[in-house]
Each structure stands twice: as C-alpha cells, then as structure tokens.
C-alpha cells in the first residue's frame, strides 16, 4: 500500500526563504520537486546571490576540514542522526576545531613517519648485517662522507667503472670495497672525504645505480654499534605507535560526538543551498512545489505558521491525473511486509496509485524459499544465524535480509517436518517422519514436481487476477483482454493436463479445449493485428512460466541429495572424528548454498513469473528533503 | 542395456540444457559486471537477467526426470 500524497505549493517572501527551509529540513516530509515540474507557473530557477555562494564555498571547506578530522580520528559512521552536547552550537564547536585541527595533524604525521620508519628499518639491518664484512674504517672519521650501491650480480663490472671514477675525482683519497650481498646482489661501500661528496653523489646518479643511503650513526661509531642502535630503535617505535595512537583515541572519544553533530550540522546547511536552485522565484517572493503524506499536512501548515506566520502561503493543488503520474510513492506495509519493499524497490518503485506486491512478497518468497530448503536443522541454524544479523544490523539493507531470511528459516523448519528432513536423512536415525512425503525418496520425485507446478500455477493465477483488478480500477480494456485470455487459458491447460493423466473425467476435455480456444482469442484480440501468430506462442510462454516453478523442485532436491552425500561420506570413512568434520563442512556448504539460491531463485520467480502479470513499476521514490540533526535533547 | 540408454539419456538432456545455461549466464553475466560498474541501480535487474536462462536447465530437469521416472 502506498501512502496518499498531496501536491503542496509554498510561497513566501525571499527574507523567510532559508527559515522555511530549516522548518522543512526539521520536519522532514516534504519531497520538493523541481521548478521545471510547474510549467503552469512562468517562474525562472531560484539562484544564489554572491554572498550565499560565497558562504557555501566557506561551509564545504570547513566540512571538508571536519570531515578529514573525523577520518583521521577513525570516528566511525552513524546512521542516527546527530545531537549536540549540552550548549554546544556549530559556530562554537568550529572554533576549538581549529585550535584542533593542527594538534591532530601534527599526532597523526608523527605516526604516519614511525609507521614508514618501522617497514623501511628491517630491509635496512637486514641488508647492512649482509655489508657488515666490507665495512671500511675511514667510514667512521668525521671528514669522511659514506656511500652504498647495490647492483645486480649480472652488472658487476659496473662497481669497477664506479671505482676507477672515484679513484680519478678524489685523486686516489678515496677508499672502496666491493662484495656479494645475496644471490642477485653486488654491493660497494665508498668512503670519500667531504669535499668530494657532491662530485661522487653526481656521478653516482648518472650510472643510474641503487644507492643505499647510510644513516649517520654509521659515520659516528663502529658499523656494530650503529646496527644495535637502529635495532634498539626499531624495537622502540611500537611503543611510540601505540603512544600517539592513545592520545588519537583520547581525543576521539572527547571528540566523536562534537564532530558528528559539527559535520552533519555543517552538511545540512550546504544541502539548504543545494536545495534552493530547485525552487522558482518572482522579484521578491519564491515558490516550492513538493508533495507530502496527506496527514502530514496539518503538521506542516502549522509549523511554517508558527516559524514564520502569516508571510507564508500554504496550499495545495487538486489532484489530476498528469499530477497522479509524477507523485512520488512512500510504501506503507505492516512491519512483516516492510522487509520486501526494497526488494520491490529493487526490481522498480510502484507507480502512484498502483498496486504494491510487497505483502504479497512477504507471504510467497518465505513460503518458496522453504519448499526449497525445505531442512529442520538448516532451517534452524539460519533462524540463528539471522538473530545475530539482527543484532548486528539495526537497520537499513542487513535488517531487511535478517527478516526475510528468518521467515524463509521458519517455513524451511514447517517444510522440513512435512518432508521429514533433519539435516538430510540424519533424522531418520532419530525417528523421525515425514508428515508429508519424503523428497528424497526417488518415489516421490513425481510428487514434489506436481506439488511445484501446483504451486506455481496458483501464484500466477494470483498474478493474473491481480492484474485484472489493476485493469478494471484502471479502466484498461486492453490490459483486461490481455489478463483475462492468460487466466482463461491457464485453466484450460490444466483442465486439458487433467484430462490426460486421468485426474478429470474426459468429459471436460471439450469444455477445456473451448476455453483454450477462448483464452487465446482473448490474447490475440489484446494483441492487435499480429496477435492471430503471437497468441498461441505467448499460451506456449505461458505453459513455460509454470514449469519454471519446477525449480523448487529441482533445487530442494539438489540440497537433499548434498546432504545425503554429506551423510554417506561421514559414514564411509574409518574414523569418528573425520567423519564428523567432512560431515559439518559439507553441511555448511549446503546450508550456503540453501541460504543463496532458493533467495535468488525466489526472487527471480516473483520478478519474471509474478510480476509481469500485473505489476509495471516505474515510480518516483518519496525521498523528503530531511535535517541530519535530531531535536535538541 | 535398455536403463543404460535411459540413463545416458537423462544425462544428456540434463547436461546438455546445463551447458546451454552456462553459456548463457556467462555473456549475460560479464555484460552485467559492466553495467553495474557503471551504474550500481542496476543490480536487481542484471540478477534477473541473469537467473532467466536457468529455465532451460529446469526444463533439462524435467525432462530428464520424465525420462527416468516415466520411460521404460
């Protein structure tokens, strides 16, 4: 069911405009439509003054700096809207974030250099305890500057060159020593007195060699010691990590929910002006055209004349049928329906006014997925497995899934007692039977193949006569033929199966094959000039949409037969233990199996099979233009 | 001889559908993952797309099972 909305217009003077919107943004349910959509209105788009622009520009910057200070702290996201602490307002909470702002950036550029520092210093020692051996002694003296270059053992020769240019620019005062570092790797130590530092760095780059920067602690002390120092080092930064990371978190919990309510307050007065350019505008006075929830009129009316009195008009607008095709569509379902309308939402949003499936999504999805399950235990497990996704999840898509595949889990334990499944065949050993029929008995394959089709030809004969009410509230003759030849030549073909497998008398083969005729000339009359060729195709379609339900079938089978395999091979190999775990782990697999496929394959036959009957789709979501700011507690 | 043939014929009408749906799914399941990467609304209606040719597979089932529990 979709809420009835009424077409509301909003004019006032400009100096009320940002105030309107605030009363708006606090109420939260008003879809504004675009000026674009009142051609009956000659009204150009509302546009900034300079000096709004200029204030936006202003407010996405210090967004943009709060924002990075919420990223830095590693507050994490809330969906409830913000509230502020105490007296805190905006403008107060953006001062001290200033004073905030390079406190943290200093903190977080410390850890970012220790955190570089702790992956670079091992493949540091670790190469200088490999160079240990060819370190030279005029390394340590003060005048002397040290050099490090790595080559590939292919390019050896290369360290000769290098030493004989060395040789030839310090005029021999230079000393080097060459050595394998690893298997692939040459390494040479230089030491050359400071003057000649420049000139042997220039010519260092120019052979396009690795250089391996030296730190100073190898020019002040022996090559040993310097190692030990930086190992020291190395073993301290952790603490230093977790040092600044408490301060981090420190500030984060003082400052969480202060930023939150600085960044959604911030967020909400830059959508105040993203909003106003959807609004029309005269020389003094602008105009909002939106839809609300009919009952939320008087809430709305009576809040804008307290806000701003009697300088504002409120009114709305008969609705006619090209308003009708516009309105944006707010679902109102019971709560046990209220998962399946994202997934209507999925497939498209119900049209104003048009028929919403959910509830009837609510009742059929569950039912189809625990046919396919069809499992006492899987169904269990997955009853528990959604308790903790409901924890988990408080709300938006993860709430919606842990409903709906808990009313799937409930109707698998209900299908699972009718086919006397308990993980398979295991509950056989526990007495238990099927009140039913046991689906994995080849003598009942039959059985669960009809009871599919049965299944599925009532679910689409639910679809058709749906969709004839839609036609006859519509006053939609073609759609009526069209529906009413589908109905006509459903019960024909299973008057007609009837016959064949000797369930009917053959008595009713005349009446059915009178009605195939009917039902076909219904459709090709619905079709127009081909529909003499179409029509028989499409009742051949239709015999096809039934079988599709055959899937059921299939997939329910394909989960028992994997749990009997699952059993068998827990029995078949020698040791109790083994057993066991190849047992539990084919189980799990077949239980994520049976929790993805039968979803899908519900969904799908709700989509195509269902749906196409009488369901077109192609609405407007109802998204009202709401503050992320709750009340002020 | 006669449960053989049957069985090889089962086999068939079933794998065979299987092969034709996997090949199906394949170029209407690639086109998709592109599709969405452009354009994420459109994931409900690429896993319709996508789950469509698996009537033939049903059918392949059904068939088979027709062959198994109803020939001979």
């Known amino acids: 069911m979709s809420q009835q909305m009424s077409h509301v217009q909003i004019i006032g003077l400009k100096t009320?405009?940002?105030?309107?919107?605030?009363?708006?943004?606090?109420?939260?349910?008003?879809?504004?439509?675009?000026?674009?959509?009142?051609?009956?209105?000659?009204?150009?788009?509302?546009?900034?003054?300079?000096?709004?622009?200029?204030?936006?520009?202003?407010?996405?910057?210090?967004?943009?700096?709060?924002?990075?200070?919420?990223?830095?702290?590693?507050?994490?996201?809330?969906?409830?809207?913000?509230?502020?602490?105490?007296?805190?307002?905006?403008?107060?909470?953006?001062?001290?974030?200033?004073?905030?702002?390079?406190?943290?950036?200093?903190?977080?550029?410390?850890?970012?250099?220790?955190v570089s520092e702790s992956g670079l210093l091992p493949r540091f020692l670790s190469t200088m305890r490999k160079l240990l051996p060819l370190f030279l002694s005029t390394v340590r003296e003060p005048d002397h500057v040290s050099f490090g270059v790595l080559v590939n053992r292919g390019q050896a020769e290369v360290l000769d060159i290098i030493a004989a240019q060395v040789d030839d620019v310090t005029g021999g005062r230079a000393e080097t020593a060459i050595g394998p570092l690893d298997a692939t790797t040459s390494a040479m130590l230089i030491a050359v007195p400071r003057a000649a530092a420049d000139a042997i760095g220039a010519m260092l780059d120019r052979h396009d060699v690795s250089r391996l920067r030296l730190p100073p602690e190898f020019d002040s002390s022996s090559p040993e010691a310097a190692i030990a120092s930086l190992s020291r080092r190395l073993e301290a930064i952790p603490a230093e990590i977790a040092a600044l990371d408490r301060q981090l978190q420190e500030i984060a919990e003082q400052w969480s929910s202060r930023l939150r309510y600085c960044a959604a307050a911030l967020q909400d007065e830059?959508?105040?002006?993203?909003?106003?350019?959807?609004?029309?505008?005269?020389?003094?006075?602008?105009?909002?055209?939106?839809?609300?929830?009919?009952?939320?009129m008087p809430a709305l009316q009576a809040a804008l004349e307290s806000e701003i009195g009697e300088r504002i008009l409120v009114s709305t607008t008969p609705m006619t049928e090209e308003l009708e095709r516009r309105a944006p569509v707010a679902l109102e379902n019971p709560g046990v329906a209220r998962p399946f309308e994202s997934l209507v939402h999925l497939y498209s949003t119900p049209r104003y006014g048009e028929l919403d499936p959910s509830r009837f999504m609510a009742l059929f999805m569950p039912i189809f997925f625990g046919m396919m399950l069809g499992d006492i235990g899987y169904g269990a497990l997955?009853?528990?497995?959604?308790?903790?996704?409901?924890?988990?999840?408080?709300?938006?898509?993860?709430?919606?899934?842990?409903?709906?595949?808990?009313?799937?889990?409930?109707?698998?334990?209900?299908?699972?007692?009718?086919?006397?499944?308990?993980?398979?065949?295991?509950?056989?050993?526990?007495?238990?039977?099927?009140?039913?029929?046991?689906?994995?008995?080849?003598?009942?394959?039959?059985?669960?193949?009809?009871?599919?089709?049965?299944?599925g030809a009532a679910h689409i004969a639910l679809g058709l006569l749906l969709g004839l009410w839609e036609a006859i509230r519509q006053h939609n003759r073609h759609a009526l033929m069209e529906r009413g030849g589908r109905l006509v030549g459903l019960i024909a073909l299973f008057l007609l199966v009837g016959v064949l497998v000797d369930l009917l008398p053959a008595g009713f083969m005349t009446p059915a094959i009178a009605l195939l005729i009917v039902g076909t000339s219904l459709l090709a009359w619905s079709l127009g000039g081909t529909g003499v060729i179409v029509a028989p195709i499409e009742m051949i379609g239709l015999v096809g949409n039934v079988l599709s339900y055959l899937r059921i079938a299939a997939i329910g089978l394909s989960s028992v037969y994997l749990a009997?395999?699952?059993n068998e091979m827990a029995g078949i190999v020698g040791s109790v233990?083994?057993?066991?775990?190849?047992?539990?782990?084919?189980?799990?697999?077949?239980?994520?199996?049976?929790?993805?496929?039968?979803?899908?394959?519900?969904?799908?036959?709700?989509?195509?099979?269902?749906?196409?009957?009488?369901?077109?789709?192609?609405?407007?979501?109802?998204?009202p233009y709401r503050s992320r700011l709750s009340p002020r507690e | 001889m006669e449960a053989g043939l049957m069985a090889i014929g089962a086999g068939l009408a079933i794998g065979l559908a299987a092969l034709a749906t996997g090949f199906a799914q394949a170029r209407i399941g690639s086109a998709g993952?592109?599709?969405?990467?452009?354009?994420?609304?459109?994931?409900?209606?690429?896993?319709?797309?996508?789950?469509?040719?698996?009537?033939?597979?049903?059918?392949?089932?059904?068939?088979?099972?027709?062959?198994?529990?109803?020939?001979?």
């Not at chain 1, 788009?45 to 830095?72: C, F, S, W, Y």
């Not at chain 1, 006397?420 to 238990?432: C, I």
Request: aromatic share 6%; net charge negative.
């Open chain 1, 564 to 566: 009997l395999v699952a």
């Open chain 1, 16 to 114: 009320d405009l940002l105030a309107t919107i605030r009363v708006l943004g606090a109420l939260g349910c008003v879809h504004i439509d675009d000026v674009d959509a009142m051609p009956e209105f000659s009204l150009s788009r509302l546009t900034l003054d300079p000096a709004m622009a200029r204030h936006a520009d202003e407010l996405n910057l210090r967004l943009l700096q709060v924002k990075g200070l919420i990223e830095t702290l590693d507050i994490s996201e809330d969906q409830r809207p913000a509230h502020a602490n105490g007296e805190d307002s905006p403008e107060r909470v953006l001062e001290a974030v200033d004073n905030l702002l390079p406190v943290v950036q200093g903190l977080a550029a410390r850890r970012d250099r220790l």
């Open chain 1, 577 to 623: 233990v083994v057993g066991v775990i190849i047992a539990v782990l084919l189980h799990a697999l077949n239980l994520v199996l049976g929790a993805f496929s039968p979803t899908i394959q519900s969904l799908r036959l709700h989509y195509v099979e269902f749906f196409r009957n009488f369901y077109e789709g192609g609405g407007r979501l109802y998204a």
């Open chain 1, 270 to 296: 830059l959508e105040t002006y993203q909003v106003l350019p959807q609004l029309g505008q005269t020389e003094t006075t602008f105009v909002l055209a939106g839809w609300v929830p009919a009952r939320q």
């Open chain 2, 33 to 72: 993952a592109g599709t969405i990467a452009e354009k994420p609304d459109l994931v409900g209606v690429i896993i319709l797309l996508v789950a469509i040719p698996e009537t033939m597979v049903i059918l392949g089932f059904a068939t088979a099972a027709m062959i198994l529990l109803l020939g001979g």
């Open chain 1, 382 to 455: 997955l009853l528990v497995f959604t308790l903790w996704m409901r924890r988990r999840f408080k709300r938006g898509i993860g709430r919606d899934l842990a409903n709906i595949l808990a009313l799937g889990a409930g109707w698998a334990i209900i299908f699972g007692l009718l086919f006397g499944e308990l993980f398979g065949t295991l509950g056989e050993s526990v007495g238990l039977r099927p009140l039913l029929f046991d689906r994995a008995d080849s003598d009942h394959v039959i059985d669960l193949m009809a009871l599919a089709i049965s299944v």
